[in-house]
């Protein structure tokens, strides 16, 4: 089985990316963890390390169309065919629609969206070779509910839902599945740029009464990754305490 277990997250240096990563190395697989900085980079070399894990940090912006072909042709030399692809990198640059500009807009689609079609796009070719895979897209809960402030940003988590069940059916013959897992409000840097009042109201409406922790998160993660989440997809798993059910 060895030539399965070859994993690629995106945005893998800190937060979500991060826990995923470390929980997939301890699952056994060989993780690649992307950073589009060489700081960055520095934390995933540093993790992988730390839990002496078998991978590497790579570096590459998800925004980057060009690039794509050789890091996959890197990771394929060094370790081997991808057969996980975690689609985590994200950012949030929040704005009523009536004040938010072009660039807001596009560098949001771009970043949680469009990058998705491209990654997908270049290593689903390898699994369905491989004829095994396993995609997993991180969504949002306000993909599903939507968000004063997030037209931008809810756009794309929505957006991952219809791809992930679109793929999903087209390559479910190759023995590949694609699901998303949808976080609501965890403990990262994206939301402690949240004020004290505004995390707590927001606390207050969580049936299980805190935020999540990216490790909640990357178990999710890791359950859908593994050969026992085989009959598993097209579906979106949400991890929000029951903010929304
Ligand atoms: P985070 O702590 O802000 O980390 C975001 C990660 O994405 C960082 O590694 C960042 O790299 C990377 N990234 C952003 N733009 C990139 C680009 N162009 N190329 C490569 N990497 C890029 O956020 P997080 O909370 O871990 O979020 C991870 C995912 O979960 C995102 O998709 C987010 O939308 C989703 N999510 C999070 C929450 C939450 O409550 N935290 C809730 C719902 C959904 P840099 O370090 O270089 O910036």
Not at 39 to 66: F, M, P, R, S
Not at 75 to 101: E, Q, Y
Not at 198 to 223: D, H
Request: glycine residues 10%; aromatic residues 6%; charged residues 20%.
């Amino acid at each position: 089985m060895t030539d399965l277990r070859v994993a690629v997250i995106t945005g893998a240096n800190r937060g979500i990316g991060k826990e995923i990563l470390k929980s997939l190395a301890s699952d056994g697989f060989v993780v690649i963890g992307t950073s589009r900085s060489q700081d960055g980079l520095g934390h995933i070399n540093e993790t992988i390390n730390d839990i002496g894990a078998k991978g590497c940090g790579l570096e590459y912006d998800v925004n980057d169309k060009d690039s794509l072909p050789s890091l996959n042709s890197t990771i394929k030399d060094k370790f081997g065919p991808v057969s996980v692809l975690i689609n985590n990198a994200g950012i949030t640059k929040d704005n009523l629609l009536i004040r938010m500009n072009e660039n807001e807009w596009n560098d949001v689609l771009d970043t949680n969206l469009n990058s998705i079609f491209r990654l997908s796009k270049e290593f689903v070719k390898d699994m369905m070779k491989l004829r095994y895979g396993r995609i997993i897209n991180i969504g949002s809960v306000v993909g599903l509910t939507g968000n004063a402030g997030q037209t931008n940003y809810s756009a794309t988590k929505s957006g991952i839902l219809g791809f992930t069940k679109s793929l999903a059916k087209e390559v479910g013959s190759r023995n590949i599945t694609v699901n998303s897992v949808s976080p609501g409000f965890i403990d990262t840097d994206m939301t402690n740029q949240l004020k004290d009042d505004q995390k707590n109201a927001l606390i207050q409406s969580i049936p299980l009464g805190r935020m999540g922790t990216a490790t909640e998160l990357a178990k999710t993660v890791s359950f859908l990754a593994s050969e026992e989440a085989s009959y598993i997809t097209g579906e979106n798993i949400n991890v929000n305490g029951g903010l929304y059910m």
